[in-house]
């Protein structure tokens, strides 16, 4: 053991002995004294790219944590106003006796779609729905018949096609399919949105960074290491060069990345719109219930006009109906009469808000990035005229350029080739233009195909953290700072230009060996 720490001591103190070059041996940092040898400059530079990276994936694992959060919020409100309403189904049908409990499938059926269909799954919700009423039709037809009648499946087919020319529930049929359709697609696209943003958040920040990235972030941060300076922090407008540079593929993301933010906004403030999503839900019982007591009271006429067109089923009897018909239950309230509680009106409100105001922190992180991380790593403003710029203690003095790779062609400190973007990034850009166009086809009340969504919302979700590794706090941009630490040594620093290097970690050094 104590030979091994011998050995080791001797390594580390091997900096010293070359380090009073002039540094025409290095590639990355100035030229001038130096106590760095080039594998010395190569393991620092590797260091700067990991940590950098490792920023970058922190941050991103923030800000999928905050859509994961928003996912969660926005579901149990979403699926508790949906089991209500379908808890509300029986005390709102019971009063229809056995041709409600006798086809009580068939209602709980159509919950059970609808759960699916904003699940992800592959229905089409407005078949499901004229499958629904079809059913109902017959049903009711048939409950309503006297029981001397002999109704066969195929005449009950010809019934139920009648729906469409005799409107036997009058407007409700269409009226809810209107107001459901729009409810549950935006409400499905709304969640399916959150996670195509988690997502695309997840594979940018696993993006490596380039070799001239690296080449930049070493001379940033640990050629004053080198230079025995390592005091001085970066100036803020060279540091920025550096992170615009780095980051220029990613912020390419930002144009398509707001139109996503911002159209999630307009769905989110589209289920406060009248009839507002909480209503549309709970009112679906009160409208079946309506539009079966409208069937049953012209029943009569609507069965004339089936003999007409279906033809005579058997026996007519008297075709007076059904003795298990019941009155309207005193006191019901139909759907066009129906109104939130103020209790429910509030907490929705309540869901717009908190959704709108956490989606509008979001808007500007890519752009936002490079900046988060040059707060922790870059002089402050009051220190711009004794920072590291580069070369030397001295102020910066080129300009910063703008966000996007395009904006880099004239970088001072990272040099980047703005014709060949990173395809990984251009197919993210992708993905959310595509995500922004499903959701405002949802806005209009179109229905969005969503391949593979059932995977994507019944299992762990593409866009939320794998294994519930997510961060919990707020999404900042930069979840834990700069460690300069990890270029500092315990040990105490012994003087002289060179041995500042000793208070690099000793790992890094024994890497020149």
């Not at 109902?136 to 029981?147: H, Y």
């Not at 866009?463 to 834990?480: D, F, I, K, N, V």
Request: with cysteine.
């Amino acid at each position: 053991m104590m030979m091994m720490m011998m050995m080791m001591m001797q390594d580390i103190s091997r900096p010293l002995v070359v380090g009073y070059s002039i540094g025409e041996h290095l590639r990355m940092c100035p030229q001038g004294p130096t106590c760095c040898t080039s594998t010395m400059e190569e393991n620092l530079a590797t260091l700067s790219g990991r940590e950098t990276e490792g920023l970058i994936r922190e941050a991103g694992r923030s800000l999928q944590a905050a859509f994961n959060a928003l996912h969660r919020s926005f579901d149990t409100y979403f699926t508790e106003l949906h089991s209500h309403s379908e808890r509300s189904l029986q005390d709102a049908l019971s009063p229809l006796g056995p041709l409600y409990s006798q086809n009580s499938r068939l209602f709980g059926g159509l919950y059970t779609d609808l759960r699916q269909y904003y699940r992800g799954s592959a229905l089409n919700l407005d078949e499901t729905l004229s499958e629904f009423w079809s059913y109902l039709l017959e049903r009711t037809f048939k409950f309503s018949a006297p029981t001397d009648v002999n109704l066969s499946e195929d005449y009950l087919e010809c019934v139920a096609k009648q729906q469409a020319t005799l409107r036997p529930f009058g407007d409700i049929p269409q009226d809810m399919r209107t107001k459901v359709i729009r409810a549950f697609v935006t409400a499905r696209s709304f969640v399916q949105g959150l996670i195509v943003s988690g997502d695309v958040v997840r594979k940018v920040s696993q993006v490596s960074l380039s070799p001239e990235c690296l080449k930049g972030l070493m001379k940033l941060v640990y050629c004053p290491y080198c230079r025995g300076i390592a005091s001085v922090k970066p100036c803020s407008n060279y540091c920025s060069n550096v992170m615009k540079g780095c980051l220029a593929n990613q912020a390419d993301l930002d144009p398509e990345w707001q139109n996503l933010i911002d159209t999630m906004i307009q769905v989110a403030s589209s289920f406060s719109t009248d009839p507002s999503l909480d209503v549309v839900l709970a009112s679906i019982p009160a409208q079946i219930y309506e539009a079966i007591h409208l069937l049953k009271e012209n029943m009569d006429t609507f069965t004339a006009k089936v003999y007409q067109t279906c033809g005579s089923p058997g026996e007519t009897g008297t075709g007076s109906p059904s003795p298990h018909e019941q009155k309207r239950k005193s006191g019901f309230l139909t759907a066009s009469e129906y109104k939130p509680s103020p209790t429910a009106g509030i907490r929705l409100e309540m869901q717009v808000s908190d959704l709108s105001s956490k989606l509008r922190e979001m808007r500007q992180y890519w752009t936002q990035l490079s900046a988060a991380l040059c707060n922790k790593l870059a002089a402050g403003g009051t220190n711009q005229e004794k920072c590291w710029n580069g070369i030397t203690k001295a102020r910066y003095l080129p300009e910063v350029m703008g966000d996007g790779l395009a904006n880099q062609i004239n970088n001072p400190e990272v040099e980047l080739d703005i014709t060949k973007p990173d395809m990984t990034i251009r197919e993210q850009i992708m993905q959310l233009k595509i995500m922004s166009d499903r959701l405002k086809r949802a806005l209009d009340g179109n229905d969005v195909d969503f391949q593979d969504a059932s995977d994507d919302l019944g299992g762990s979700g593409s866009g939320m953290c794998a294994g519930g590794q997510c961060s919990r706090g707020r999404p900042g941009l930069y979840a834990y700072p700069f460690d300069d630490n990890r270029a500092r040594g315990a040990a105490a620093a012994p003087p002289g230009l060179c041995g500042l290097l000793l208070l690099l970690p000793p790992a890094v050094l024994l890497l020149q060996r």
